[in-house]
Each structure stands twice: as structure tokens, then as C-alpha cells.
T-cell receptor, first 111, second 117 residues
């Protein structure tokens, strides 16, 4: 079963615009992570935000976490064609050392 | 440093045939995961190893799937016999939790794409 649900399922923007993806989850978490997957490739870790954090930045990425609403958002600023990929949120819950992934957002950045 | 290595990258078989996937995790990573990813979906956990012990295999279809991680390093995932619905990408990942109770970053291989005809 999938813990997180990303919204939207697909997003198409022009190069230079910002892209925002949202993730909602169901149970309490220890941390939430975002991954990127280029077509036909494995997943690559982007950023991790702990349950006691509200916002985190990494380069052009900005992640927010609202544990009261059980939701997170990923903002990619000044998007580039190379950002075209699927983006997944993943939650770590309880004592189990595993991640539960959402269904992903397919981002297309048009040149 | 080498990443997670998986083989084969692609495999096409007929239903009822067996298939095996191999994974070599990042050196020193004690936790190894096998995920299955269907087209257009996120990865779903099949089995997790802590060193050589399978600590979470609740989602592994045990009638046809088996896995092993000898000596706590390489791992093999086997399907026998394969069914049409097993067509998917099988992803291996590893992590080094260094005694932490929470899950940190996972490092993924490129995946093994299985097509069952």
C-alpha cells in the first residue's frame, strides 16, 4: 500500500517557471523525503525533512512540512528542462527502517 | 564510490519461467531493500534486510517469490514461476542507518525491468 499521495499527478510548465508538488500522507511520521526518478532510471534522493522541521532548502529546492495537516510540498524554483522527471515523496514511520512511497508527480519542463 | 549495482537491466521471459535478479549494495550499507515499481506508480516494498536477516517480508508473495542475502552483502530476488502480473521494474536500494532508529536516505540501483509474455 502507498502511504503518500502526490498532487498533481502530472504537471507541465515552461522553463524558468516554478513547480510546486504536494504530498499528503496518512499516519504520523519520523521524516519525509523527496526523490526524483528520470525515465528508465533509479530513484535519486533530493531532500529529507524531519517531523520537527517546518521548512528546508537545498539549492533550488524548498520543502515544507505541515504535520498537523499531514502534508508536504516541494517547490522547484527557476525550473530547467533537465528537471523533467517523476518526483516521489516517501515517509518513514515508527521504528521500521523503511520508506513508503507515494504514487508520484510527473513533471515536464518545456524549453 | 560505486553505487548500487543491479543486473540484469532488462529481462523478457515467458510466463511460468523462472527469473532471478541480483543486487550489490553500496559497501558498508547494512540495510538492503527490494522494491517493485509498476508503471506509473511509486515503488512498493517487497522485502527488507538488516545485514543477512530478512526483517520485513510481509509484502513478498511467498508462493512464488524468494530472496536471500548471503553474508549480508549481495542479494538475489527470484520469481518462480513468473506470471503476467509480475511485469514491473524491480528496484534494489541500500542504506546505512549507523544505529539510528529512523530511516535516512536510500540509494537506489537502476532497476531490473521484467517483461513477462
Amino acid at each position: 500500500s502507498q502511504q503518500g499521495e502526490e498532487d498533481p499527478q502530472a504537471l507541465s510548465i515552461q522553463e524558468g517557471e516554478n513547480a510546486t508538488m504536494n504530498c499528503s500522507y496518512k499516519t504520523s511520521i519520523n521524516n519525509l523525503q523527496w526523490y526524483r526518478q528520470n525515465s528508465g532510471r533509479g530513484l535519486v534522493h533530493l531532500i529529507l525533512i524531519r517531523s520537527n522541521e517546518r521548512e528546508k532548502h537545498s539549492g533550488r529546492l524548498r520543502v515544507t512540512l505541515d504535520t498537523s495537516k499531514k502534508s508536504s510540498s516541494l517547490l522547484i524554483t527557476a525550473s530547467r528542462a533537465a528537471d523533467t522527471a517523476s518526483y516521489f515523496c516517501a515517509t518513514a514511520s515508527g521504528s521500521a527502517r523503511q520508506l513508503t512511497f507515494g504514487s508520484g508527480t510527473q513533471l515536464t519542463v518545456l524549453p | 564510490e560505486a553505487g548500487v549495482v543491479q543486473s540484469p537491466r532488462y529481462k523478457i521471459i515467458e510466463k511460468k519461467q523462472p527469473v532471478a535478479f541480483w543486487c550489490n549494495p553500496i559497501s558498508g550499507h547494512n540495510t538492503l531493500y527490494w522494491y517493485r515499481q509498476n508503471l506509473g506508480q511509486g515503488p512498493e516494498l517487497l522485502i527488507r534486510y538488516e545485514n543477512e536477516e530478512a526483517v520485513d517480508d510481509s509484502q513478498l508473495p511467498k508462493d512464488r517469490f524468494s530472496a536471500e542475502r548471503l553474508k549480508g552483502v549481495d542479494s538475489t530476488l527470484k520469481i518462480q514461476p513468473a506470471e503476467l502480473g509480475d511485469s514491473a521494474v524491480y528496484l534494489c536500494a541500500s542504506s546505512s542507518n549507523m544505529g539510528r532508529s529512523n530511516t535516512g536516505e536510500l540509494f537506489f540501483g537502476e532497476g531490473s525491468r521484467l517483461t513477462v509474455l
